[in-house]
């Protein structure tokens, strides 16, 4: 503690621990699901589950119904959120949730158990943070993106004023449970869509995930479930070791290495009226940046193809129309001011080999679209 006659500045720190767990039953009896609720023991327990999952998997409606009948602590039916971008676009369903958790009178010894896509996750995510300043959640994610990428992160947001992510808050979640038979039912653009976020973060820490992506391409593409299973686990590792072991979980600082193709990403997403999903921004995202890296003197063009490719192969788009839309560069400036501070963006010198960059020239990043059109 420093402390002056008129100062006091006295640092502190709150321990948390990110519990990831990876099942295919999760809510079996004595299951995943059941030993977090054991350790949190919550008075009452509220779900809010993800529509668009709901209504179309009738394997998770039957073992949820088990699930529900026997879980003491459960105070309502599951309530049923509409999923997709909606989630977060409409106060009214953020709204909604702040209705049930008031209704049921739900504090801070209480949980909320989640289920369902990134958005969902999201919005649900910071409804808890701020009733009562943090109701315990648990996620289980439902979509490939959200398993390996979004869910296992540390923020929750809904988007304002017509921008993505504008209110929203760093808190970490109980716990995750990363359920792989959730997956069956997902449509073939939310089956790729994680896809995309494991070869951004296979390219920057690990080259053996990107060998493992290529290797199995077909069988990703084909639904083999293993397969998927193998690349989302590593990638949901990739990215909780960075959040929690990179000393920067809070996003203090200006560089945001996992954001590697995104300024683009979160820039089209709205541009399109959010008809692209996450997963396919991002993929087109990452072929600008590699293009980008590769104009910057920094990437040898073959490494670059060889991901395009690869991205290809796997049905992501690596273009759109929107591309030639000018207001595509004010992405870059957005994505500065959302950091706040100096301009941080990330490219490739190779991979595992990531480099920061302060400017990026509009002529680099024309250049690098019309190579991609
Ligand atoms: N918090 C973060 O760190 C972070 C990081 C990356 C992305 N995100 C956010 O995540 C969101 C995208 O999430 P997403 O890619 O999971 O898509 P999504 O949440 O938009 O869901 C896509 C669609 O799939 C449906 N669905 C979900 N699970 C299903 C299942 N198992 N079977 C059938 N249908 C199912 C949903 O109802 C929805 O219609 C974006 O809002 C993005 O900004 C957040
Ligand atoms: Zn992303």
Known sequence: VKKTSNSIDAPFSVDWVHRLRFTD??????????????????????????NGLFSTNESFQSSLATWCKRTESLCDDPILIEGGESAKNDPEI?????????????????????????????????VTSIAHRGIPLIRMPSTTLSQGDSGVGVKNSVNYFGKKNFLGV??????????????????????????????????????????????????????????????????????????????DPFERLNARPLDFGHWAAHKLEPMTNYSLSHGDAVAI????????????????????????????HLGFPTNHPELHNPDLLDGIEEFRQHLGGQLTLLMLQGIENPIDIHQLDDAIVRQAIEELM
């Open 94 to 126: 953020a709204n909604r949730v702040l209705h049930e958790i008031n209704n049921h009178n739900l504090c801070r010894k209480s949980c909320v158990l989640v289920i369902g896509g990134g958005a969902v996750l999201d919005a649900v995510g910071y």
């Open 285 to 312: 995202g990452l072929a600008i940046d590699l293009r980008c890296s590769v104009h910057l003197g920094l990437l040898d063009t073959s490494i670059a193809n060889r991901v395009i490719s690869l991205l290809q």
């Open 25 to 50: 039953d999760a809510l079996e009896e004595n299951g995943a699901l059941d030993t977090l609720i054991q350790e949190l023991t919550p008075a009452k327990t509220l779900v809010i589950i993800d």
């Open 170 to 247: 760093f808190n970490p979640p109980f716990a995750v449970i990363n359920d792989i038979s959730l997956l069956h039912s997902l449509d073939e653009r939310h089956w790729r869509s994680g896809l995309s976020e494991a070869i951004k973060v296979a390219l920057i820490k690990d080259g053996e995930l990107l060998h493992e992506i290529e290797k199995n391409k077909d069988a990703l593409i084909d639904r083999d479930i293993e397969a998927m299973k193998s690349v989302i686990q590593k990638s949901a590792e990739l990215h909780l070791l960075h959040i929690t072991q990179c000393g």
